[in-house]
């Protein structure tokens, strides 16, 4: 139920993407967006056996609609200035980097899971070093999304159609 709970929320927010990109713009929606998914991660390394399933359920929706966004917005922002010519090749590195990025963090995870545990001279993991595991990934995703401060306000505008008049 997890799961699908999760993947509930990335559908859900595959309706509204647009229509926030247009008010918003991509660089509020990114920063704003990407703390919300980077705590949200934090938040899933304080779960513990005793969480409230509705907690839970809350918390993965959320971390589904967050990361939804994220990705579309990116996606869309990188290929915003891309031409027809560069669409093949852009699209293959930047999935190449997508896959790269993925798994940095979950290799740093680990990292971190098996220095805390080492630290503590186990040679298991328990609860606390997944906790360490998630706030680390964790700060890196918050520090990750104030870098799309240096955005320009208008990056993306010609996509989105943020700052735009309409006239009929």
Not at 25 to 33: I, K, Q
């Amino acid at each position: 139920s997890y799961l699908l709970v999760y993947f509930l929320g990335n559908l859900g927010m595959k309706t509204v993407t647009t229509p926030l990109l247009r008010f918003f713009g991509f660089r509020t929606v990114l920063v704003l967006n990407g703390l919300i998914a980077a705590f949200s991660i934090v938040a899933c390394g304080f779960l513990a056996p005793d969480t409230p399933q509705l907690f839970i359920h809350a918390l993965l929706f959320l971390a589904g609609l967050s990361r939804s966004m994220e990705f579309t917005a990116l996606n869309t922002l990188a290929f915003a200035d891309i031409g027809p010519a560069q669409r093949s090749s852009a699209s293959t590195l930047s999935s190449m980097l997508q896959q790269v990025s993925m798994l940095l963090g979950v290799a740093v995870a680990a990292a971190v899971l098996n220095l805390s545990a080492a630290l503590r001279g186990a040679d298991n993991p328990v609860l606390a070093d997944f906790r360490w595991a998630f706030v680390v990934v964790g700060a890196i995703g918050i520090v990750s999304s104030l870098r799309f401060l240096q955005l320009p306000k208008e990056a993306g505008a010609e996509v989105s159609g943020h700052g735009t008049v309409r006239r009929n």
